[in-house]
Structure formats: C-alpha cells, structure tokens
C-alpha cells in the first residue's frame, strides 16, 4: 500500500528561505545527464493522487516498500527520479499501464521516518520528462526524453502573464484556503512557465486536469489553458462568496432580533407587562398540572417543557417542541364518554336508521348485553362490515355510536400507501405530525369513540412501506393497548376504542389484517327490500332535500319498481336514492316555474323525467338453444347473469376462449372439456369430432374482466350441449366449480347468485349439494320463487339442464 499527501505551501524555492536551508542539499543534486539520444534513465516515484511540478518544492509521505527502496538507492547515488501520477488512485501496486506517461524529473532533499513508520521527503522539481520505456524490476525505472522548454519573452507573453496574475489575485482574496503570500511568489515570477505551474499547484483540480496542465510543454499554450481554469475557479468563489454574504446577513440579523427582543423584555418588566415567553412556559406548566397523564407522557413532557425553558425563543427547535407539547397536552388521554347500555334504546336506534342487516344488529346488541353483565372485563370487538357498496355499511356506524352513547370518528383508508399515515412521521422531519389514527382521536376529543376505518380493503403499499402491517397493532385487542405512533413516541391506550373497518371484498385484505377482525357479511337486497328502504328512508330524506313536505309527491309501486329495475342495477340502494332524487328535482323545478307538477310519481313519468333506461341487463335467452348454458357471476355490485356459448367448426381439435377471462376460468374450461372426452361414450359423442372440430368458447360482454372457477359446470353443459345436438334450457340457471371426473365443488357468493336469478326470474337454479348450508342466509321470497336443485355430480346437472332426447319410435311387434 502507498499514500502520498501533498503539503502546503509547494512553491519556488528561491522565494522560501526556511524551506530553502533545510532542501540545502538538494542543490548538491544534478539532473540526470542525457545520453547521445538524448534519454535519461532514472527510477520511478509513483504518486497517488499528486502531480508534481518543475521548480517547486513538495514534501511528500511515502510507506510503499519497493518506492522507499527506490529512494534510498537514488539518495545513495545522489540521483534523480522520475514522479509519474497514477491513472487510478486505488491501485495499489501500479504497473506501466496505470501511469501517465509525462511526469517531472525530482530531487530528492531530507528524508525522515515519522512515527507511524512512513517515510517523509522533500521534493524539488525540476524538469518535464516525456516516457518511453519503462523498466520493471525490484522498483520501476524508466527511459525518459527530457523536454525542453522555449517561449517568446515578447509582449503578448506579458499580457498574457499580467492576465493569468490578476485573475489569481482575484482567486487568493476570495478563497480562505489559500494565504495572500501565494500571489506574492506569482508576482515575482518573470518565467511563464514557472507562473503556470505555481498557479496551476494552488488550484483546486483534480487529478487529471493538473496532469493536463502538465503535459502541454508550450508555456504560452499552458498560461491560456490556466486562465481558463482560473476563470472557472473565479466564477465558483464568487458564487461562494454571494452564499456566505446572504448567510452572514441572516445570521446578523438574528442577532439584531436577539438584541431587540432582550430590549422588549427589559421594556415589558418596566411596563409590568411581564415576559411573554415566559407567560407561554407558564401556561404549559399549568396545564401540565390539570391535565390527568400516564406515567409515561407525564415524565415525557416535563422533560420536554424543561429543553423549551433552556431553547433561545427564535430557535426553529422551539417550535418543534411546542407543537409536540400541545400534541401531548390535547389528546384526550382520560377523557371518556358513558357508554348507554340499555339494549331496547340500542335496538329502537338501530332499527329506526337501518332496514334488515340482522347480522349486524345482533352483534351489537350482544355487546351491549355482555357489557351489561361483565363491563370491566369485556374487551373492545373488532368488527369488519363486508358487502357492495351501498348496503348501509357505513351509515350503520353512525347509528352504533348514536345507540352507544359515543362520538363517532371516521377514517378513509382508500388509497393511503404510506405507513407513516398510520404511525405518524418521527420528529426529526420538518413538518412532522403523529399519524391520522391519533389525529382522528384528537378531534373526536374521545379516548372511546366507535372508530370507522373505511374501505380499508383499498390500502395500497410501496417503497414507503404498508400501511396494512400498521394496521396490525391498531385492530389486536392484545397489543392496541400501548400502541406506539412514531411522533408521539409514548404508548397510547387504544384498547378502549372500539373499530369497526368496512370492505367491498375480503380479497385485497391481508389475511393477518382478516385474522384480527370479526367478519360480519353486509348482502345485496333484493327488489322487495329495496322498495321497503325506499318507502322508509330514501323517498323522505329526498322529499326533505328537495324541499316538499313529507307526503308531497308519493311513488307508486310500478313506478318505484320501473325506477330500481329499468335505472339502477346494483346490490345496495346508493343509485336508487340518486335517481330518486332526480325525479324529485325535476318536480322541484316545474313547481318553482309555477306551473304543474307531478303528485304521484307513475312509470309514465319516470321515462319522462329519467329519459330512456340506461340499464341493458343481461337476460337470459328466451327459448332453449344449443351450445348456449345460463351460469351466474358474483361482483361487487351484486350477482349477475353470465352465459356461455360453444361453437363447434371445422379444425385440428383446438379450443379458444375469449371474453377476457383470467387463468383459472381457461383451467376450468380445459376441465370441462377433459370431462365431456371422458365421458363422450356415455354421452353418445363421435370421439372422432374432437380430433376434426375446434371448439370456440365465448363469455358475452367481452370488455369485462371474468374469472374464478365456479363457471366449471356451466361450460362443461354448454359443450355437452354443442357436440350433442341436445338444446339447454334457458330458465335453468347453474354455478358450480367441476372437477375431471364430474364431482361438483362448493363456490362463494351464493346468496348474490340466488339474488340475480331471482331478479331476472330464472325458473331452476342448480348449486352444489355442499352450499346447502348456506341458504340459511339466503332471503325466503327467493327460495320460494325459485326451484333450487342440489346437484353434487355432473350427470345430475345434465339431467336436468339439458333438454331430454326425443327417444326413437319403436316399430309394432308383428302378431
């Protein structure tokens, strides 16, 4: 390893006396003498990170081995050396291809081992050398051409050193590191040639643009090239010496304020005014004593109000401790509302807001009771609201807290994807605030609330982490009770909270996030209740809105059922109370013009009012076709109507699906058709035909995203009916997930299903034999209305989907 520090100041010899008596034998050494080619033959001094130059004297620190050897071998024999810079500074043990190939003839002065065991020396350069070979060995020697250095001493080479001298003058007043008796030695340079190397050695340059000044031999071309590093060099002090004026004016005029704040308290005691900054620690201090504090965020903020006593007022630091003091001193640590526990109020309350939705209720109700009977043991429930928007999931909260006797505080998740929005960012941040868990709980002025963390299966995560895994400690009873926010940094006690998270899907939630919450399933309603809820809450609050008394216009029954069918499509009433209050406004306006409006709002006029239906709902055919199956999909917005066509055409036995189907629909149609080969003998099917016929399945409304695996039995009817010529009856509808030999698998979303086949009045509808537990939740009107067949193999769903084979007339026995 080898290290080499070039030391201030690296000047001519001739103008340092001090540094001249102790480099006195460096003039006992000669340069080296040229052979008849004019080559000199001297050891190498690699250096690393330095570049030397001719005429100036620079101690330097050598620990390399085989470089201390070449030294003592030079010193012994009173020669010179060669300093060739290295191309990279890391290189360790250079070879000829990582130096330069132009470097200085030095010689050698005073050698010293310094205590860490390198070695010092004094160098004087003396002349430039060109490379032309270079020798390895025991140390590295090379074969260098001296180069000889000629210029023109006439005007243009004054100006030119008259120039180079102003602009360094202009350098050394603006730059701190570089002391004034640098443009003394400039100024009694009459050599360009030495002007340009001491001007380019007190430069700030990199490597290789000072190994640039030192390969352009031309003394006058150097001189240009070291004005345009001057010039370069001035620009950048100048920009420097703007910035350190602006913060020297800044810094003076904190201290004026200083002053004339010191002045104003003076001027206040003699008015009896008193010190407002002292009046503000007062305050705190006051509050500190009235405020009931754990144990923990009482030492906290004591100690933090004692760092404000000892923070200069003006201190940027000062603010950040108050707002965090206020943060401490404005949570409600202590303060709790009294929960109502009377279970008849409770119910009154929540039936009087919401129809149906008995999961719900009953939940809260229980709780109610349980805290009746054990209410310093009970802990907090963790309930999560899942269903389509619009079934009241949120609306329901509002009730709960009204019911309980607690405020109500609401947090939107949806699209949050910093985990600092949960935990707050940390002090050190400008700007910083503890996280909206703890900023809801401060509004609410509660340490109880019911607190509604909506739509929190719409959380995203990024490279600033996941704000589902904050969530972790928020919604466990076993740890919310010292939940740490990263601002705050001292437990808070969430445990008396109690949260209630809503959801449109399960999918999107992490299943940790699942694990700790208590699922209650909001459902679609169907058309009944959805007139129920119309008649009950919707039509009043729109009459209200729109400025009618109570019994103003009223709905009848076709045109209230002509406004949820034919204009909204959905599994809650969200569009139904928007449309309502379309028709209502439209009324508005006619009564306000003076002229006559509607009273009784008819199906004539919902088409007038609505214009035509926006809603095309898919239906099912209306008379049995071949290679078309009616199956039913779940989303979010409720069940619907999805069937699947098959055709048959000339090919090589490929199958192709379309309608934008995800990967595990294409597994079930592979499924399907494996099964309906296997079965092709049972089922009268050429299996030739699937050898010469490719097979085309298609699921309508192609611009749809469709996947999942319960369409399996409906695809595998649609092709049992397409290669047998058999028609499927289009009333009966079906959902189920087929395996290869035929067994039918349970599916999801069965009370949506049953709701769609209901709406679109579908005659039969075929489930899986294991969802027979399941119709318990699934509305009465419903399965009364529709013939429901447990199906648990694929024959069965044959049977009874497809339309039987008219069996061949037998011919009479002869008597």
Request: hydrophobic share 40%; glycine share 6%.
């Amino acid at each position: 390893m080898s290290d080499y520090l070039l030391r201030w100041p690296a000047i001519p010899l001739e103008f340092n006396s001090s540094m001249s008596r102790r480099a006195e034998n460096l003039n006992d050494v000669e340069n080296t003498v040229s052979n008849d080619e004019g080559l000199i033959e001297c050891a190498i001094l690699p250096l690393r990170d330095v570049v030397l130059y001719p005429n100036l004297l620079t101690p330097l620190f050598v620990v390399h081995e085989p470089t201390i050897l070449a030294i003592e071998h030079a010193t012994k024999k009173n020669e010179t050396v060669i300093a060739l810079a290295q191309i990279e500074a890391s290189i360790e043990d250079p070879s000829e291809q990582d130096l330069y190939r132009v470097g200085t003839e030095i010689a050698i002065g005073r050698i010293m081992t310094v205590p860490d065991g390198s070695t010092s020396i004094l160098t004087q350069g003396r002349r430039r050398v060109e490379i032309v070979e270079i020798i390895p060995g025991e140390y590295l020697r090379a074969i260098a051409r001296p180069i000889e250095e000629k210029f023109d001493e006439g005007t243009e080479t004054l100006a030119l050193m008259r120039a180079v001298t102003t602009l360094f003058e202009k350098c050394v007043q603006l730059n701190r590191s570089l002391p004034e008796e640098a443009f003394l030695y400039a100024v009694n340079i009459d050599n360009p040639s030495w002007l340009g190397d001491l001007v380019a050695s007190s430069l700030n340059l990199t490597v290789a643009e000072r190994q640039t000044v030192l390969e352009i031999f031309d003394p006058i071309a150097r001189l240009q090239h070291i004005s345009v590093l001057l010039g370069r060099e001035l620009d950048v002090l100048e920009l420097e010496d703007q910035i350190h004026s602006r913060v020297q004016t800044e810094v003076d005029r904190s201290q004026r304020e200083m002053y004339l704040r010191e002045q104003m308290k003076v001027i206040q005691d003699e008015l009896g005014e008193g010190d407002i900054w002292a009046k503000d620690l007062s305050d705190l201090r006051r509050k500190l004593e009235h405020i009931a504090l754990p144990e923990g965020a009482l030492i906290r903020a004591q100690r933090e109000i004692e760092r404000l006593t000892q923070t200069p007022p003006l201190s940027p630091e000062s603010g950040i401790i108050r707002t965090y003091l206020n943060w401490i001193l404005e949570l409600p640590w202590s303060e709790m509302t009294q929960d109502n526990l009377d279970v008849r109020n409770a119910a009154q309350i929540l039936e009087r807001d919401h129809y149906a939705l008995k999961k719900a209720k009953d939940r809260i109700l229980e709780y109610i009771a349980v805290r009746n009977l054990a209410p310093s043991t009970h802990k907090q429930p963790i309930l999560c609201f899942v269903g389509p928007p619009g079934t009241g999931k949120t609306s329901i909260g509002r009730s709960i807290a009204e019911a309980l006797g607690r405020k109500f505080a609401r947090l939107s998740l949806g699209g949050v994807r910093d985990e600092a929005e949960i935990r707050g960012h940390r002090r050190t941040y400008i700007g910083a605030l503890p996280g909206r868990i703890l900023q809801t709980i401060h509004r609410a002025g509660s340490s109880n609330p019911l607190f509604m963390l909506d739509e929190v299966d719409k959380l995203g995560h990024d490279f600033r982490g996941d704000p589902a895994a904050a969530l972790l400690e928020v919604l466990d009873p076993e740890q919310n009770h010292t939940f740490s926010d990263h601002y705050l940094e001292i437990p808070y006690d969430l445990s008396k909270v109690m949260f209630i998270t809503t959801a449109n899907t399960l999918h999107t939630i992490p299943p940790a996030l699942v694990d700790r919450m208590e699922i209650i399933e909001f459902p679609g309603y169907i058309d009944e209740e959805k007139m129920i809820i119309a008649r009950k809450f919707l039509i009043p609050r729109q009459l209200e809105q729109n400025g009618f008394p109570a019994k103003g216009i009223s709905f009848t029954e076709a045109g209230l059922r002509k406004i949820i069918r034919e204009y909204t499509w959905e599994a809650g009433v969200r569009n139904l109370e928007r449309e309502i209050g379309n028709m209502l406004r439209k009324s508005a306006r006619l009564k306000a013009e003076g002229r006559n409006h509607p009273r009784r709002i008819t199906p004539s006029l919902v088409d007038k009012f609505l214009s035509p239906s926006l809603i095309h709902p898919m239906l099912p055919e209306s008379e049995d076709q071949i290679g078309v199956a009616t199956g039913l999909a779940w989303t979010e917005n409720g069940g619907e109507l999805m069937p699947v066509e098959v055709l048959l055409v000339d090919g090589k036995g490929n199958l192709q699906i379309t309608g934008k189907v995800g990967d595990v629909m294409q597994e079930s149609a592979q499924a399907a058709l494996s099964y309906v080969k296997s079965r092709s003998k049972s089922l009268k099917i050429d299996p030739g035909i699937f050898e010469k016929t490719d097979i085309h399945i298609h699921i309508p409304e192609g611009a749809i995203p469709k996947d999942g695996p319960s369409a399996g039995i409906t695809i595998a009817t649609a092709l049992t009916s397409a290669l047998t010529r058999r028609p499927a009856k289009h009333n009966v509808g079906m959902s189920g997930e087929i395996t290869l030999r035929g067994r039918i698998l349970p599916i999801g979303g069965l009370r949506e299903k049953i709701q769609a086949a209901y709406r679109i009045k579908l005659a039969t509808l075929l489930i899986p034999e294991r969802n027979e537990k399941d119709l318990v939740n699934i509305p009465k009107k419903c399965i009364q209305a529709i013939d429901i067949q447990l199906v648990s193999n694929m024959d069965e769903v044959l049977e009874i989907a497809l339309v039987q084979s008219k069996p061949a007339r037998k011919k009479p026995l002869k008597q």
